[in-house]
Structure formats: structure tokens, C-alpha cells
């Protein structure tokens, strides 16, 4: 099994879900208030960890209860947290309204926006520990900038999850080797609006052109990616789906695993299908996500 190091946010979610979007200046009554451990490093370290992958994370939390909770879940879940700095600043807070399945997230990234460069430089080791090196947008552009090169110069496979995509720029595109942005974001790097699978499809086109392979999710309609000189679809699997919070997290986390287990794009993607469609069945972020022994055995619950 190949090694894979996560450079990224660890958020505490607070979730309430609603029957409708509220209005401006609306205060509207929800239900079912959880706190639940999410972030998208976070999410996707400890989907790799539970589907049996070798992962470090490198992140911060703050002095606060959340961090010491978040730290011990990720632990728990077999993340190898001993990178995870903890600072004097709040933990992220991620604040979700869910409604009919899907999400609408508020941020506040606290101790995740204290990461520097720096950090990464006093890492190094863990670059050089690492075959494969994933990253979100939820920490310091400057930061996953340094994070890429320096993986590239230690020989890692570097995955980069654009999100969120307001903070990417492309000078990043000839440090990284897979992107995976939804169809949205994807849609943003290339200055174009792209929600459909046609689209979606020209993306990965151009993506590749640019020397990264992208894979483009498109939530119930599946993913695109290219792969041995043709643009590919593989379809979502049907389920019912109760929060699509983590889903991208978790199917970036079942891609990566399977492919640090030798296996080829098309069967990693099929795999990491599998873990969202179980993923978008529960509720919340990382309570939502399966261990390696559920995917197994096929449950959805
Ligand atoms: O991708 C889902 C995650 O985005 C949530 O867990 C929340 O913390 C935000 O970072």
C-alpha cells in the first residue's frame, strides 16, 4: 500500500436541517441540529484511513474542545495526526443547512487559515514519506502552492480537490497531476459555465490538454474523466439520498485509496462511486462515511 499524506482543513460542522431555503432577513424554524466532524481534508484523510488506507495529515486545529475532538476522531478512524498543529485561534466551524438532501455550507476557516508555507518547508519529511499528496482550498492559497512543488520535488502523484474554487488560481495546473473539481468548479477554472455532461466531457478534454487528468463529478449524474485517449462516464449509483455533505470528499477518498492499491482510473472511480452513493444515503460528513468492511459487505445505512 502506498503512502498518502492529506494537506488540508478540519472544520466542526454544525448542521440543521431545513424543509425550505430561508429568506433574507427570515428566521425559519429547522430540526435534527448536529455537530458533526467534518472539513474537507478532514473528510477525505479519514475516508482513506477507514477504507484501509496509510494516511498523515497535516493541518491545524485550535486550543479550543473542538480541535482535541476533531483530532481524536480523526485518530480514531486511523489518520496519523501528528502533524496537526494546534494554534491559538478557534477550529474551523462549517455552518450547513441541509435541505432535501443537499447542502448550503458558511465557513469560517480559523486555525486553518494559519498553515503557512512554512509549515510545509518544516515537513519535508513527510513529502518524502509520501507517494501520493491530496489537497483542498480550505487552507492558504500560498500554502497548497508551496504544498505542490515541494511535493513534485519528492517524486508524489499530487491530487488537488478545487474547492472551495474561489480561491484557485491555475498557476498551480504544472505542480498537480489529477484534479477533481464538481462541475461547478470545474466550469470556473476554465472561465465557462458547465453544468451539464456534454460539457463536463469538453472539460476533462481541456484539462488534459493542459497535462492533468481531471475527473469531473456531476453528483447524480455520475463522473466524466479521460482515460486511454477517450472521455469516459461512469453513472452514480441510485440510492436514496438523505445529505450530499462529503460526497465528493469520500469518492476523492475511495479514488485515491484504490488507486494506491494498484488499481486503474476507470476501477477507482467505480469504487469511489460506491463509497459517495453510501456517503449521500446517511447523515452529516464524517459520520456518514464507511468503513472499508461496509463497502464489502454493501450497506447502505
Ligand atoms: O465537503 C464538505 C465539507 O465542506 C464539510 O464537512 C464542511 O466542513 C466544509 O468544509
Redesign the pocket.
Known amino acids: 500500500m502506498k503512502n498518502i499524506l492529506v494537506v488540508g482543513?478540519i472544520?466542526m460542522?454544525m448542521v440543521i436541517t431545513v424543509d425550505r431555503v430561508p429568506r433574507m432577513g427570515e428566521t425559519l424554524s429547522g430540526g435534527d441540529f448536529m455537530t458533526?466532524p467534518?472539513?474537507?481534508g478532514s473528510?477525505q484523510a479519514l475516508c482513506m484511513a477507514r477504507l484501509g488506507g496509510t494516511v498523515k495529515m497535516l493541518g491545524a486545529v485550535g486550543k479550543d474542545g473542538f480541535g482535541a475532538e476533531l483530532t481524536d476522531y480523526l485518530k480514531d478512524s486511523g489518520v496519523d495526526t501528528t502533524p496537526i498543529k494546534i494554534i491559538d485561534k478557534n477550529t474551523?466551524v462549517?455552518l450547513?443547512t441541509v435541505c432535501n438532501g443537499d447542502n448550503m455550507?458558511v465557513?469560517e476557516k480559523g486555525a486553518n487559515y494559519m498553515i503557512s508555507p512554512e509549515d510545509i518547508r518544516n515537513n519535508i519529511e513527510l513529502y518524502k514519506w509520501a507517494d501520493i499528496v491530496v489537497m483542498q482550498l480550505?487552507i492558504p492559497w500560498e500554502t497548497v502552492m508551496e504544498s505542490a512543488k515541494i511535493a513534485k520535488e519528492n517524486d508524489c502523484t499530487v491530487l488537488l480537490n478545487p474547492?472551495p474554487v474561489e480561491n484557485f488560481k491555475d498557476e498551480i495546473l504544472p505542480y498537480i497531476d489529477i484534479i477533481v473539481p464538481n462541475e461547478h468548479e470545474g466550469g470556473i477554472i476554465l472561465d465557462r459555465e458547465s453544468v451539464t455532461k456534454d460539457e463536463a466531457k469538453e472539460l476533462v478534454t481541456e484539462f488534459k490538454k493542459k497535462g492533468v487528468e481531471a475527473v469531473v463529478t456531476l453528483g447524480g449524474d455520475g463522473c466524466v474523466y479521460y482515460y486511454n485517449g477517450e472521455v469516459k462516464h461512469c453513472p452514480a449509483i441510485k440510492t436514496k439520498v438523505i445529505d450530499t455533505?462529503?460526497a465528493?470528499?469520500s469518492f476523492i477518498g475511495g479514488m485515491c485509496v484504490a488507486i494506491c492499491e494498484g488499481k486503474k482510473l476507470p476501477e477507482a472511480i467505480k469504487f469511489a462511486t460506491k463509497v459517495a452513493s453510501i456517503v449521500v444515503s446517511r447523515k452529516g460528513?464524517g459520520t456518514s462515511i464507511p468503513t472499508r468492511d461496509e463497502i464489502n459487505n454493501g450497506e447502505q445505512k
Open positions: 482543513s472544520n460542522d458533526v467534518g472539513g474537507k473528510n474551523g462549517a450547513i455550507i465557513l480550505e474547492a455533505t462529503a465528493g470528499d460528513a
